[in-house]
DNA sequence: CAATCATTCAACGTAATTATTGAATGATAC
DNA sequence: GTATCATTCAATAATTACGTTGAATGATTG
């Protein structure tokens, strides 16, 4: 297969690896293993796919670098290979962010209307938390959450906000987050709590942002 | 075309742009416009595709982001859109290198064995330059050299290089470099000159890295 | 203003990608 | 050792991507 010209043989081998980005659902899928290693069915349900249709975009970003995979007991849980996978899509949400015209419009348009204060920063979070000066709030499914999440963080997911209010403190200031930039539950649960009188603003992207800045996990 | 789900629209929006570096010959026309800003035609030529399918790969990279253009003349000069762009084939390549075991296995067969020595690094041969202790050979054809080099370097295309060894003084060490780090004519122009007693080594990356980073261009 | 020329468009056949369906693995668990 | 279950494979049909050909565009140049 490989050709006498090594440069051609490299770069054949490169574009596979960029084709397994471009499908929105396996971008989907790597937003969601971003939180940490789940299994075939479990990623299907989440993004919308039936199983067999999972497991074959899924084999076809593990042949071309981007996930692992291994066992446990029946099921195969897949993760992300490496960090630098992580480095890529965020190196292609860049490019797409500054030269296409529709992705500056959606964000524009609806992730920064909705959230009209500025984000906190990671190392704003992280010497706030040191002070023992704010409440962290994770909205993401509990899976998710037990996968990793903001040390002293409390979880409770998008959909069950409004039942748990009384568990968030209302003196103190709340910092909420999700699975990163465009994830929109953190958005969301800003605009529920905010209507209740909670004084909240949102984490910078989310977690595998905060975990692959080396910031403290539990 | 937009759905009512914003983050649907985005993620379908990045992987166009996935797709576009997702073909060997878009990569290698990416590689090129590092060099500098060149028309349909020069590119289709280094290339080895025809006119028409070339202008089919520019407007798609042109669409989704990656590409730039203006006119000059009758020629249409492409461009790379932005510094982001680099960042993400750089990401790329190190995703591939480090998880695509064919990868690995070219770079190390080919790549490595005809370097044996350590490559210079930018930082050391910019400081060398400032003490103009070492020549610098631009291996890249007229064109790219043209539209930007490192400075002080003397510019001999790979093919013309055993015509024209009496420009390379024999008592200095020579540092070659060309388009990158899978371009194949600094590695070729290390080999031939050290078969006949020149003191040469080889930048690491090439022009566009340099730039990138920085360091002064002429 | 007509001719020129680089580039783009349109149409075509071929190849690759995608989602679906149902069967086949193959390791676990009883 | 057999049944179970998550995952993968194989085959199909629909859609999309690819390269070639020849014509069209459209700005420049004389």
């Known amino acids: 297969m490989s050709s006498e010209n090594p440069k051609r043989t490299l770069f054949a081998r490169f574009a596979e690896t960029a084709k397994a980005l471009g499908h929105g659902r396996r971008l989907e899928i790597l937003e969601l293993l971003a939180q940490g ?3 075939v069915e479990a990623l299907a ?3 919308g796919l039936s199983i067999a249709n999972a497991s074959q975009h899924l084999r076809l970003m593990h042949r071309t670098g981007l996930l692992a995979s291994r066992r ?3 099921r195969i849980l897949y993760r992300l290979n490496d960090p630098s996978v992580l480095e890529l899509t965020a190196a292609l949400h860049r490019v797409a962010e500054r030269n296409v015209a529709e992705v500056r419009e959606v964000i524009r348009g609806y992730f920064h209307e909705r959230d009209a204060l500025e984000p906190v920063s990671r190392k704003e ?10 409440t962290v709030l994770d909205v993401r499914p509990e899976d998710e ?20 209010l009384r568990q968030i403190p209302k003196n103190r200031e709340v910092v909420a987050y999700c699975r990163g930039p465009y994830c929109v539950l953190a958005f969301e649960a800003v605009a529920i709590l905010r209507g209740r009188g909670f004084k909240v603003r949102r ?5 595998p942002e905060w975990k692959a800045a080396g910031l403290p996990t539990d």
Chains 1, 2 share one sequence.
């Open 37 to 39: 290693e789940r299994s």
């Open 45 to 47: 349900e989440r993004v």
């Open 72 to 74: 446990d007991g029946k």
């Open 125 to 134: 979070l992280s010497q706030r938390l040191r002070d023992g000066l704010v």
């Open 145 to 164: 959450y037990a996968a990793g999440h903001v040390p002293k963080a409390i979880n409770i997911p998008l959909r069950e906000l409004t039942r748990r």
């Open 203 to 207: 984490l910078e992207d989310g977690y």
